[in-house]
Nanobody
Framework: QVQLVESGGGLVQPGDSLRLSCAAS????????ISWFRQAPGEERKGISC????????DYADSVKGRFTISTDGAKKTAYLQINSAKPEDTAVYYC?????????????????????WGKGTQVTVSA
C-alpha cells in the first residue's frame, strides 16, 4: 500500500519533548514537499510546518517557531517533527502529508485539498 504511517504521539507534561515520525510506505519522500498539520478539538486543520525535500527549504507557523523542527532521514523514507518545550496549546491530532505538486512556499500557502497523501493522525496531549 502507498501510505504514510505516523507514530510517536502520546501524553507529555508541559516543557517535555517528543518526536513524531511519518514513514513513507510504498514510495519515497524524495521530490515531495512534506507538511505537518494539526487539528485541535472544534478547530480546523492547520498547517504548522513544511519542508521541500530537494532543497531543504522549511517554514513554521509562528505558534511553533523556535520549538518545533521538521526533518527527514537521509534516505527520505521518514519525516519527523521534533517538538520541544511542549505547551498545553500544542494538544491536537497531528497529521503528516506529502505533496508532489508544490514547493514549501510558507505554511500560509499550504492547501489542505492539494495534499497527495495523508497520515492517519497521531494524538499529542500536553497536560500536567
Amino acid at each position: 500500500q502507498v501510505q504514510l504511517v505516523e507514530s510517536g504521539g502520546g501524553l507529555v507534561q508541559p516543557g517535555d519533548s517528543l518526536r513524531l515520525s511519518c514513514a513513507a510506505s510504498g514510495f519515497t519522500l524524495d521530490r515531495y514537499t512534506i507538511s505537518w498539520f494539526r487539528q485541535a478539538p472544534g478547530e480546523e486543520r492547520k498547517g504548522i510546518s513544511c519542508l521541500s525535500t530537494w532543497d531543504g527549504t522549511t517554514d513554521y507557523a509562528d505558534s511553533v517557531k523556535g520549538r518545533f523542527t521538521i526533518s527527514t532521514d537521509g534516505a527520505k523514507k521518514t519525516a519527523y517533527l521534533q517538538i520541544n518545550s511542549a505547551k498545553p496549546e500544542d494538544t491536537a491530532v497531528y497529521y503528516c502529508a506529502a505533496d508532489r505538486r508544490t514547493r514549501c512556499a510558507g505554511v500560509s500557502a499550504l492547501r489542505y485539498l492539494d495534499m497527495d497523501f495523508w497520515g492517519k493522525g497521531t494524538q499529542v496531549t500536553v497536560s500536567a
